[in-house]
């Protein structure tokens, strides 16, 4: 799926969500984040000291600075410049984080993103759903980072979140992450064999998977893969 005529509008609708999803993410995230998305994304991701890490669509930063209260150095961007600057206000005292606004279909600005070394580790939280476009984004992380390096992502599991009852035909939807924030945001719903094979012709393999239910325990509601960038470019 090419970057859809929406891409405009989606990070329109983000920023004025953004003082919104501020407010209820707060300093440490709300419960789907805490008990849903972050433990597999943890294990798969294994961030070790010194480590250098970029974060794709980081929000108001919570993971990042999770990421470097242990010891990672993390460049975090989101392409809405109010979750940006929410992001370095709750971040004013960490030396260890590089916040940026950042589209993550351009690759181009993605790459400037590598400040002339490779990352060790990527993770997108959430976030792949919530794109017009992941080729470019597969495309930079091939060249941002080091050999064997990891890219780690969460999202709808597209198996079981279809609201339309598709799953092979990509398509655009629209809906609330959180209940009752001002607009409604865009999904781009992709089948998993589109997800994989856009990482897959970028150089990565998968190296790593989990399926996470949240109320209905043989249903997941997320996935999590981990994709390795391949070892010699």
């Known amino acids: 799926m090419p970057k859809d005529k929406t891409h405009d ?4 609708r983000w920023e004025a969500n953004a003082d919104f999803w501020d407010a209820r993410m707060g300093d440490e995230s709300n ?3 805490r008990q849903i998305v972050r433990p597999g994304t943890e294990a798969l991701l294994d961030v070790q000291p ?14 990042a600075r999770r990421m470097a209260g242990r010891g ?24 260890n ?4 606004v950042c589209d993550a279909t351009d ?13 060790d ?23 941002l980072l080091r050999p064997g390096g990891i890219f780690v992502c969460s999202l709808h599991h597209p198996c079981f979140v279809r609201p339309e009852g598709r799953y092979l035909s990509p398509f655009v939807h629209q809906g609330q992450a959180i209940i009752g924030q001002p607009v409604p ?16 012709a970028a150089g990565f393999a998968l190296d790593g998977f989990a399926e996470v239910p949240d109320n209905q325990p043989e249903e997941p509601v997320i996935c999590i893969l981990r994709l390795r960038r391949r070892a010699e470019a």
């Open 107 to 119: 690759e181009r600005a993605l790459l400037a993103l590598g400040e002339g070394r490779p990352f």
């Open 97 to 100: 984080i590089r916040f940026a």
């Open 121 to 143: 580790k990527a993770v997108a939280n959430m976030a792949l759903m919530d794109m017009s476009d992941i080729a470019p984004l597969f495309a930079a992380l091939d060249r």
């Open 31 to 33: 419960f789907f984040h």
């Open 185 to 200: 945001q865009y999904y781009y719903h992709r089948p998993l064999s589109h997800v994989l094979g856009t990482a897959f």
């Open 72 to 95: 990672a150095y993390v460049v975090a961007c989101d392409y809405s410049e109010k979750l940006i600057a929410h992001a370095r206000r709750r971040a004013v005292q960490e030396k």
């Open 50 to 63: 010194g480590a250098r890490i970029l974060e794709i669509a980081c929000g108001n930063g919570n993971f």
């Open 9 to 12: 509008d989606s990070r329109a």
